[in-house]
């Protein structure tokens, strides 16, 4: 049975890529280059070519959101299963491939209609990454994607996709977010309802870090330099993760996270945290309003 490794891409319509960049630039520390045409910023923080890559669009918007499945024959049993399941399948072509620095993938929607795709053969740098302040991200943890029912999506992503269930946090009766893992890692994937009325979105995407010292750093650059703070320092109940999270110009924020719990499956039994269950169990809320869970 073929597995998903991994998460490797995720790429993201904004509304104003130079000032993205230029946050990237001086708030987050990550490098951007632009492709050889100009279209797409592509945004490095580990070994691969790219980790994120924009493109503008009038609003922010989730493109594609990318994981490895390793190899071409698991790509094509991959095809097969996810035929055979009623999900309607593209095959990225080859200046897609290109844009993105794969070998290849297929491109698929979830049941929100996020576009998700499975692929292999990802580019790795030649060169150490040049952060542009003190920073050491070892590689991206996870993301975490709302949607109109978190049940619904459990089922689609552990019945046709092979994730685990992780766990469930109950941060109220009508808050609950969903945990789900690929590998060790406690999660890959974090579903989390949409506010009534809101459309799915990309929310956040986790970088983890070699160390707490890159947390506490990012923490102090980023209030420093008066650019809002989402939500930490602090640590998550469940996975364990010392965070802080910066809301970026792109709708979307970014999680630098370390201490982030590995899980061994022949022990883990999934858990469900009760309603009134801390997102910070050191007891922080949300800072800013740029940053809404939902
Ligand atoms: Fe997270």
Redesign the pocket.
């Known amino acids: 049975m073929a597995q998903i490794l991994d998460i490797a891409q995720v790429g993201v319509r904004v509304p104003d890529r130079r000032r993205w960049e230029q946050y990237a630039d001086e708030v987050l520390g990550f490098p951007t280059f632009r492709s050889s045409e100009g279209a797409v910023t592509y945004v490095r923080w580990d070994a691969f070519h790219h980790r994120l890559a924009l493109s503008e669009g009038p609003e922010p918007e989730l493109r594609y959101l990318v994981f490895d499945v390793g190899s071409a024959e698991a790509l094509e049993e991959w095809a097969a299963v996810l035929t055979s399941k009623q999900v309607a399948v593209s095959r990225v072509d080859a200046a897609q491939c290109r844009e993105r620095r794969l070998a290849g993938a297929i491109d698929f929607q979830d049941l929100d209609g996020h576009p998700v795709a499975l692929g292999y053969g990802f580019q790795v740098a030649q060169e150490a990454v040049r952060y542009t302040r003190p920073l050491s991200v070892l590689r991206m943890?996870?993301v975490?994607l709302t949607v109109r029912d978190t049940a619904r999506a459990h089922d689609f992503y552990t019945g046709v996709l092979g994730f685990k269930l992780s766990d469930w946090v109950h941060v109220t009766d009508a808050v609950r977010l969903c945990f789900l893992r690929v590998n060790p890692r406690h999660?890959t994937l974090?579903l989390a309802p949409c506010r009534p009325g809101a459309t799915p979105r990309l929310q956040?995407i986790?970088v983890e870090v070699e160390s707490l010292d890159d947390v506490m750093r990012s923490y102090h650059h980023v209030r420093m330099r008066k650019a809002p703070v989402g939500m930490g320092p602090g640590k998550?109940a469940n996975?364990q993760?010392i965070?802080v999270?910066v809301p970026t110009p792109g709708g979307f924020a970014i999680?630098f996270?370390y201490g982030h719990r590995r899980l061994d499956d022949t022990i883990h039994q999934p858990v469900i945290y009760p309603p009134g269950t801390p997102v910070d169990v050191w007891g922080g809320d949300v800072q800013s309003e740029e940053f809404v869970i939902g």
Request: net charge negative; hydrophobic share 20%; charged share 5%.
């Open positions: 943890g996870h975490l999660h974090a956040h986790m998550h996975c993760t965070h999270y999680e996270g």
